[in-house]
């Protein structure tokens, strides 16, 4: 069974499996203002043909999937979707992604299918700001959510995206979410896609200075937590750990070891420039096994070294399509 690797020597063992384009909130730095036209549904991969992909993957020793979205639980027969990704010989984890606030009812059963970890985005607990930003309601249905996984003993990342001027005040109460149990709180810069380019990020410097002023010294966590680009922090009194995400300031692309499938079935080396392999036409084409195999090994070979945000290369889809 071969590995995945690319051109530089990286192993590739992570996809991030978008499975719908829509959502139920409509966070200002993700989705545009004007509206969205959805992908028509017939576009969409059907779960069987996600499955076959993912079986594929698993050949060539794809072991981690993380199912997002859009908001992946808005569509119908996401636990069912976990269940058989659980089930693919050589997948060993099966996260999500998920905003949070549809979660708390479906937890029990993502658990008995074998989910192994959820990240939930929380980018404020203020109720008027996080109306401001995702244009709802639903922090109680996030804290809900938050409490359930930790009675079922699921892992919890809390993520919050940190934006110049609107939920600056709230940084620092979502780190305090990190002071018991052992979520992982983690910030993630602001990347330059789509409705998100009108708005700013907050350095990395500042968040700490912000978070040093409250709690004191941020320690770096030298072990490894996770295999993610997450850097870790504790600080005194810290049960769970914070996290900085900075694809911008801090590029870690030399440690990238993944794929993105978005939902209409393109597959995409990089989160930033418009390369992408369109595996649906490949499928529905009546492609085999071998020759779907070959087409992704070939792509990854093109896998640049670095992202080319910092050189304008944004890529013409947003996060809520690509899936972050
Ligand atoms: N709906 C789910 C959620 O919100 O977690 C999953 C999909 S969402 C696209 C995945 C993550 O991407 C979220 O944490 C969201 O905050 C983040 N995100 C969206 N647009 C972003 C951007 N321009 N830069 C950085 N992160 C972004
Ligand atoms: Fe939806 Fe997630 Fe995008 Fe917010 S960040 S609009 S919850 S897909």
Known sequence: MTTLKDSFGRTIDYLRLSITDRCNLRCIYCMPAEGVAW???NDILTFEEIIRICRIMAGVKIRNIKVTGGEPLVRRGATELVKNLKNLPGIEKVTMTSNGTLLGGYLDDLSQAGLDAVNISL??????????????DGIEQIFAAIRRAGELGL???INCVPLRGVNECDVVNIAGLAKKGNLMVRFIELMPLGAAAVFHPIPVKDLISMLEKEYGFLMPVTDK???????????????GYIGFISALSHRFCAGCNRLRLSAEGFLKPCLSG?????LRALLRGGASDKKIETA????VMCKPEQHSFLSGG??????FRIGG
């Open 225 to 239: 937590i996770g295999n993610g680009p997450a850097s870790y922090y504790t600080l005194s009194g810290f049960t």
């Open 296 to 299: 992704i090994e070939e792509l």
């Open 274 to 278: 418009n390369m992408e392999l369109d």
């Open 155 to 157: 892992p919890v990342k």
């Open 39 to 41: 992908v028509p549904h």
């Open 314 to 319: 944004h890529g013409q889809k947003e996060m």
């Open 123 to 136: 980018d404020s607990v203020n109720r008027a700001i996080f109306r401001r930003i995702t244009g709802k």
